[in-house]
């Protein structure tokens, strides 16, 4: 069975970093595609940042910069480093993985099959 479990998030100010981990168990991590989403109350849960099997990276506009995706494949562990953090930043952010993906997909929420319970981030002005 799939388990995603998110890890790291918190409360921090204007400007400030956080790292996210998701621990996974279940199926052949390093054959998945990974991603970050995140979900503000009230709006639609958005593509923050994917990572494929190859290695190759996909990052929403409003993050670019700002935060970086990676992962460990022999710790089967999902890494998001988050810098400059920004009060529209705050969110619940989850995990999640998927067999195959599209490069040009991997920022859609509706070709994950696995999600983690999320983790909250929330920044202060």
């Known amino acids: 069975q799939v388990q995603l479990v998110e890890s790291g998030g918190g409360s921090v100010q204007a400007g400030g970093s956080l790292r996210l981990s998701c621990a996974a168990s279940g199926y052949t991590y390093s054959s998945y595609c990974m991603g970050w989403f995140r979900q503000a109350p009230g709006k639609e849960r958005e593509g923050v940042a994917a990572?494929?099997?190859?290695?190759?990276?996909s990052y929403a506009d409003s993050v670019k910069g700002r935060f970086t995706i990676s992962k460990d494949n022999a710790k089967n562990t999902l890494y998001l480093q988050m810098n400059s953090l920004k009060p529209e930043d705050t969110a619940m952010y989850y995990c999640?993985?998927?067999?195959?993906?599209?490069?040009?997909?991997?920022?859609?929420?509706?070709?994950?099959?696995?999600w983690g319970q999320g983790t909250q981030v929330t920044v202060s002005s």
């Open positions: 999640a993985a998927a067999g195959y993906i599209r490069s040009s997909r991997r920022l859609l929420k509706d070709d994950y099959n696995y």
């Open positions: 990572i494929d099997s190859d290695g190759s990276t």
